[in-house]
T-cell receptor, first 115, second 111 residues
Framework: KAGVTQTPRYLIKTRGQQVTLSCSPISGHRSVSWYQQTPGQGLQFLFEYFSETQRNKGNFPGRFSGRQFSNSRSEMNVSTLELGDSALYLC??????????????FGPGTRLTVL | DQQVKQNSPSLSVQEGRISILNCDYTNSMFDYFLWYKKYPAEGPTFLISISSIKDKNEDGRFTVFLNKSAKHLSLHIVPSQPGDSAVYFCAASVTDYKLSFGAGTTVTVRA
């Protein structure tokens, strides 16, 4: 079974631009969560989508948005990029049942650098 | 507000010895705890988990201990192997699909 895939793997943008990141979950998984990882901060939860609906949201500004398609693929968009948005963006997929055994499986991440 | 804290950013251990990683949390509503392992250029991979109704869970060389009264979680790796060198993240949730992660502990296993 193929794992979680994220595209692109690396991205360089300049301040003020916007960026769209893509995540394809494991086949059969309906939940996709997005996380931001920065040095010393661990992984910070951005939001979670289930069946095309945002079900949970972290404490990030409105510049960070996402969506999920009917095939469970998800995109994350960041508008008006700031230097502090430079990070590794990870997506994780799961069945979305909320059961203890419903593990989140992570993709390799997209490394975003804002200049 | 960091609800999950890993106060040791790094740990160095000799091959064959025990690695002990610690994690503290502040939210008493957390009822599910996990450990993830991350190699460079890869996403985190699930290692082991424990629910709040248990105080210990074992899986091969990995054992997770939960002390709810102290709001403390630990991961024991016995024996440590060179392939265990990675960053380990502690995570917790209230089963609302949102994981709160610690900042990670980098483990280096010396030959």
């Amino acid at each position: 079974k193929a794992g979680v895939t994220q595209t692109p793997r690396y991205l360089i943008k300049t301040r003020g631009q916007q960026v769209t990141l893509s995540c394809s979950p494991i086949s059969g998984h309906r939940s996709v969560s997005w996380y931001q990882q920065t040095p010393g901060q661990g992984l910070q939860f951005l939001f979670e989508y289930f069946s095309e609906t945002q079900r949970n949201k972290g404490n990030f500004p409105g510049r960070f948005s996402g969506r999920q398609f009917s095939n469970s693929r998800s995109e994350m968009n960041v508008s008006t990029l700031e230097l502090g948005d430079s990070a590794l963006y990870l997506c994780a997929s799961s069945l979305g049942t909320g059961a203890f055994t419903d593990t989140q499986y992570f993709g390799p991440g997209t490394r975003l650098t804002v200049l | 507000d960091q609800q999950v804290k890993q106060n040791s950013p790094s740990l160095s251990v000799q091959e064959g010895r025990i690695s002990i990683l610690n994690c503290d949390y502040t939210n008493s509503m957390f009822d599910y705890f996990l450990w993830y392992k991350k190699y460079p250029a890869e996403g985190p991979t699930f290692l082991i988990s424990i629910s709040s109704i248990k105080d210990k869970n074992e899986d091969g060389r990995f054992t997770v201990f939960l002390n709810k009264s102290a709001k403390h979680l630990s991961l024991h790796i016995v024996p440590s192997q060179p392939g265990d060198s990675a960053v380990y993240f502690c995570a917790a949730s209230v089963t609302d699909y949102k994981l709160s992660f610690g900042a990670g502990t980098t483990v280096t296993v010396r030959a």
